[in-house]
């Protein structure tokens, strides 16, 4: 499996304030959807709630512990990144790691590659 973290990153580092993401760049977040479209992607209960609706192309793997129904027809519960990742490499070759910090952190030394 080829593991993908997919990030937008300020000159200060910065990969998200509060609800999304510090600046609006429309060209940018079209180029993060396209190279993501039809992958699945594993991301936290927080990333899917700011960018899921936008992702309806792709098997979305959302790890939560408190989330309990399925939102939408491409989504899938985990209880950890590991069961995401396991259910991910059984979809495609080719998985996206979409954030937040706590599965950017446990996916980081299994990654592949990092798009920022």
Known sequence: MELIL???????RV???GDGLPWNLPEEYANFLGKVRG??????RRSYEIFGADLVDSPLL???RSLR?????NVQIC???DEALR??????ERV???GGARVYAETLPRASLLYS
């Not at 997919?6 to 200060?12: G, P, W």
């Not at 992958?39 to 936290?44: A, F, R, S």
């Not at 259910?87 to 495609?92: C, G, I, N, R």
Request: negative net charge.
């Open 79 to 81: 209880a950890s990144v």
């Open 69 to 73: 129904e399925v939102p939408a027809a």
């Open 6 to 12: 997919i990030s937008a990153m300020s000159s200060e």
């Open 15 to 17: 990969i998200g304030s």
């Open 39 to 44: 992958h699945p992607i594993v991301m936290g």
């Open 96 to 98: 996206f790691v979409g």
């Open 62 to 64: 959302v790890v939560s």
């Open 87 to 92: 259910e991910a490499a059984s979809l495609d």
